[in-house]
């Protein structure tokens, strides 16, 4: 980390819910309790996944990768705030919070073009079936799920750096319950316009031409299928885009709230709620929008444990 024009700052505090002391043990409890499922929520896919060889197919594919993503974005922002809640402990380090920033970048980018892959995915499933052996080879899955992978690192690998290269001069109380770009970015003493410039830019890039991509795939999935003429094939595949439509919707809604509004906009309670949706209710809430909406994930499960409880009796 570039810690040149870095002067009085060695450490950041984060309040967390320090206005509500009296919430504290509460507040504590109720995130660990949503942290642990969502651990066990989303290793139960991967863990399914992995096992049941019917579902090695793009689809559950990319899901098994955005549920390791999911676990991996709650577990980089989730413990800290554990830890504060729990203690007296609200700082975290000059290079913790540079660490943390980012693979909340990473970590977040790379969901943004993964949730595009599986959007593809669709699109292709539906609208061109006969083709999709060829659009959706394993080199092509390959190549997305890389593509993804490596947006994310490239804008962490600019943005961090860039950010914690500023000078912060004494002001190190962060508004926020982790160490997003906004929040930070508000304690430099320098000229930050141009990171300004690029940071917009680059939000429209990494959020807004990957949804308008999805909103472009679902608009022409939702044509196919009110042109199909069966009845249970509609309601498959309406089934399957529901799921990660659902995921879309939370995912995205909170992040071009958080990162294209107004600056004049924000508050230090509606970025803390918003920050708390992407980063425990989408993890959350993903493995059971999968779990109960999907009937092949279902049955993968029951065979799994039926042959977990056949191997035990023997």
Not at 12 to 36: D, K
Not at 248 to 270: H, I, R
Request: hydrophobic fraction near 50%; charged fraction near 10%; aromatic fraction near 12%.
């Amino acid at each position: 980390m570039m810690r040149g024009n870095q002067s009085a700052v060695t450490d950041f505090i984060l309040p967390g819910f320090s206005n509500f002391p009296e919430l504290q043990f509460l507040l504590f409890v109720v995130f660990l309790i949503i942290y642990l499922i969502i651990l066990v929520g989303n290793m139960v896919i991967v863990f399914i996944i992995t096992l049941e060889q019917s579902l090695h197919i793009p689809m559950y594919l990319f899901l098994r990768i955005l549920s390791i993503l999911e676990t991996c974005f709650s577990g980089t922002i989730v413990p800290k705030m554990l830890l504060i809640l729990s203690t007296d402990h609200k700082t975290i380090s000059f290079a913790g919070c540079a660490v943390q920033m980012y693979f909340i970048l990473f970590l977040g980018v790379t969901e943004c073009f993964l949730l595009c892959a599986m959007a593809y995915d669709r699109y292709v499933a539906i609208c061109n079936p006969l083709h999709y052996p060829i659009f959706m080879s394993k080199a092509v899955v390959t190549k997305l799920t890389a593509g993804s992978v490596m947006s994310g690192t490239v804008i962490a690998i600019i943005q961090t750096p860039w950010v914690f290269s500023f000078p912060f001069c004494g002001h190190n109380k962060v508004n926020h319950l982790f160490c997003e770009t906004p929040p930070v970015l508000e304690l430099v003493c320098g000229d930050t316009f141009l990171f300004e410039i690029y940071s917009y830019i680059g939000t429209v890039s990494v959020v807004m031409l990957p949804f308008l991509m999805i909103l472009l795939s679902y608009i022409r999935i939702l044509y196919t299928i009110l042109k199909m003429s069966s009845t249970a094939g509609r309601q498959k595949a309406f089934s399957t885009c529901a799921s990660h439509l659902t995921s879309v919707t939370l995912f995205y809604g909170p992040a071009n709230l958080t990162y294209l509004q107004p600056k004049a906009s924000y508050t230090a309670e509606s970025k803390e709620l918003l920050s708390l949706a992407y980063s425990l209710l989408t993890p959350l809430l993903n493995p059971l929008i999968y779990s109960l909406r999907i009937s092949e994930m279902k049955g993968a499960l029951k065979k799994i444990l039926r042959r977990k409880l056949c191997s035990s009796k023997l």
